[in-house]
């Protein structure tokens, strides 16, 4: 009886370890600083060449800030909301024109913008590297969200080539 029981016991065993070394490290990749400046200055400049004073921010895939760019004669408030579009998007994986509408459209959504730090307004776009998530990028003072995410995936659009 003791045989009959010592082969899955040994299966089970040599599993442990398995799992916990799967536990240990783990590998992210992430926006380089250099990108995130190179974004944060192509989108301030893609809305300078329509005359709109912005502000950008980019941050990793955590949300933390790597880059800020505020146009000369941007307001004051436009850093502040770039980096809350630039957190929300890479918090949520999503641009935040979208989750705008869900909130407008879907009772479900409603308290998104309750939650600390979000800032539910177009013009924060995941960056991504393929199919990952590897930051996001916020714009903040055009004269709407929608123009404001225009300039976000210029920029993205500007660095994609570099982001594999």
């Known amino acids: 009886m003791t045989s009959r029981w010592m082969l899955p016991a040994l299966v089970a065993a040599s599993l442990l370890p398995a799992a916990g070394q799967a536990q240990g490290v783990i590998a992210e990749r992430n926006i380089s600083t250099v990108l995130a400046v190179e974004a944060a200055q192509a989108a301030v400049a893609a809305c300078a060449e329509r005359n709109f004073r912005v502000a950008a921010t980019v941050v990793d895939r955590h949300g933390i800030v790597k880059a800020v760019v505020r146009a000369?004669?941007?307001?004051?408030?436009?850093?502040?909301?770039?980096?809350?579009?630039?957190?929300t998007s890479a918090s949520a994986r999503n641009p935040t024109t979208g989750m705008l509408t869900a909130v407008r459209e879907n009772p479900a959504a409603q308290t998104l913008p309750n939650i600390p730090g979000f800032l539910v307004l177009g013009g924060?776009?995941?960056?991504?590297?393929?199919?990952?998530?590897?930051?996001?990028?916020?714009?903040g003072g055009a004269p709407s969200g929608v123009i404001d995410e225009e300039c976000a995936n210029a920029a993205i659009a500007r660095i994609r080539d570099r982001l594999n």
Do not use: L
């Open 124 to 139: 924060g776009v995941p960056i991504r590297a393929g199919e990952e998530v590897v930051g996001a990028i916020g714009v």
């Open 72 to 87: 000369d004669g941007a307001g004051p408030h436009t850093v502040d909301a770039s980096r809350g579009k630039a957190y």
